[in-house]
């Protein structure tokens, strides 16, 4: 069983940046992909990134293309998720989620993970 804690999210303005930080335990991380997903109030679940188990791949949603970096540290269990020139529809609770190995071809797909954190609120203003 893999346990996953999200944390780093907050309040920012617009423009403004985050660091969001999963944290894993319970499992051979470095054998997990790992993706970020976020809901907002109303909407359906959304794909935001993916990292390969091997860290080699990388997955971005078209919404966050070209401000989102995504990179892992095995030595820390941790997946980090950096956000920048956020704006106020990035505003949502952000979740991640944890596959063994995973089919790369479906890393964008929230059924393609097993194990989920809590999720952790990003709030953008205006």
């Known amino acids: 069983q893999v346990q996953l804690v999200e944390s780093g999210g907050g309040l920012v303005q617009a423009g403004g940046s985050l660091r969001l930080s999963c944290a894993a335990s319970?499992?051979?991380?470095?054998?997990?992909?790992v993706g970020w997903f976020r809901q907002a109030p109303g909407k359906e679940r959304e794909f935001v990134s993916a990292?390969?188990?091997?860290?080699?791949?990388?997955y971005y949603g078209d919404s966050v293309k070209g401000r989102a970096t995504i990179s892992r540290d095995n030595a820390k269990n941790t997946v980090y998720l950096q956000m920048n020139s956020l704006k106020p529809e990035d505003t949502a609770v952000y979740y991640c989620?944890?596959?063994?190995?995973?089919?790369?071809?479906?890393?964008?797909?929230?059924?393609?993970?097993?194990?989920w954190g809590q999720g952790t609120q990003v709030t953008v203003s205006s």
């Open positions: 989620a944890a596959t063994y190995r995973g089919y790369r071809a479906y890393l964008g797909h929230d059924s393609s993970y097993n194990y």
């Open positions: 319970g499992g051979t991380f470095s054998m997990y992909a």
């Open positions: 990292i390969s188990w091997d860290g080699i791949d990388t």
